[in-house]
T-cell receptor
C-alpha cells in the first residue's frame, strides 16, 4: 500500500488555467506538507498543515491555496497558472514535528 | 536557508562503506540532524535523524560529533541502488518548525 499518494502524476496545462493536485496519506499522521522542486532541483517548503493550523511560506504567491478536507488529505489548488509554476510538487506527511516526513512520488506540472 | 554544508559529490565503490560528511557549525541545542535522500525522479526518502547520540537503523548509521558541529552518515555496504542525492538537514524541534529546509545535498555515485 502506498503511504503517501498524489494525483495526477503528470499535469500539462496552459497558462491562465486553474488546476488542483490531490494528496492522500494512509499513515494516520497529523501533519501534511507541500514542497516545490524547481528545475535546478532545489526543494522548498510551500505549506505545512497541522490539526487545522495552516503555516504558509510567505514567498508562495496567493494563487496557491491548500485545502484539507480531513487529516488524511491535503490538496493544492493553483489559480491562473504561470510558466514559472512548472515544477515537481511533492506532498509529505509526518506525525508531529520531530518524526520523519514521508514524501509522495511527486506531481510533474508543466505550464505551456 | 540551509544551515548545513555538504560536499557536492562523492563516489563510493559498490560493497564499501559510504561516509557522507555534513557540517552544521551553528546548530543550537534543540535542533535535530536529519538525513534524507532523493533517488532520481522520486520523492525524498527519510533515512535517519538524531539529536546528540549516535543512531543506527536498518538503512544507515549517524555519527554526531561531541560538539554537534558536524555529523557523518554511514551506509555500511553501498549498493548501486544507493546512488542518490543525500541531504543533511538541521531542524528545530519546537512548535511551528514543521518544515525541512533542503540544501544542495551531496550527489553520491556508487560505482560497480
Amino acid at each position: 500500500d502506498t503511504a503517501v499518494s498524489q494525483t495526477p502524476k503528470y499535469l500539462v496545462t496552459q497558462m491562465g488555467n486553474d488546476k488542483s493536485i490531490k494528496c492522500e496519506q494512509n499513515l494516520g499522521h497529523d501533519t501534511m506538507y507541500w514542497y516545490k522542486q524547481d528545475s535546478k532541483k532545489f526543494l522548498k517548503i510551500m505549506f505545512s498543515y497541522n490539526n487545522k493550523e495552516l503555516i504558509i511560506n510567505e514567498t508562495v504567491p496567493n494563487r496557491f491555496s491548500p485545502k484539507s478536507p480531513d487529516k488524511a488529505h491535503l490538496n493544492l489548488h493553483i489559480n491562473s497558472l504561470e510558466l514559472g509554476d512548472s515544477a515537481v510538487y511533492f506532498c509529505a506527511s509526518s506525525q508531529g514535528t520531530v518524526e520523519a516526513q514521508y514524501f509522495g512520488p511527486g506531481t510533474r506540472l508543466l505550464v505551456l | 536557508d540551509a544551515k548545513t554544508t555538504q560536499p557536492p559529490s562523492m563516489d563510493c565503490a559498490e560493497g564499501r562503506a559510504a561516509n557522507l560528511p555534513c557540517n552544521h557549525s551553528t546548530i543550537s541545542g534543540n535542533e535535530y540532524v536529519y538525513w534524507y535522500r532523493q533517488i532520481h525522479s522520486q520523492g525524498p526518502q527519510y533515512i535517519i535523524h538524531g539529536l546528540k547520540n549516535n543512531e543506527t537503523n536498518e538503512m544507515a548509521s549517524l555519527i554526531i560529533t561531541e560538539d554537534r558541529k558536524s555529523s557523518t552518515l554511514i551506509l555500511p555496504h553501498a549498493t548501486l541502488r544507493d546512488t542518490a542525492v543525500y541531504y543533511c538537514i538541521v531542524r528545530d524541534s519546537g512548535a511551528g518548525s514543521y518544515q525541512l529546509t533542503f540544501g544542495k545535498g551531496t550527489k553520491l555515485s556508487v560505482i560497480p
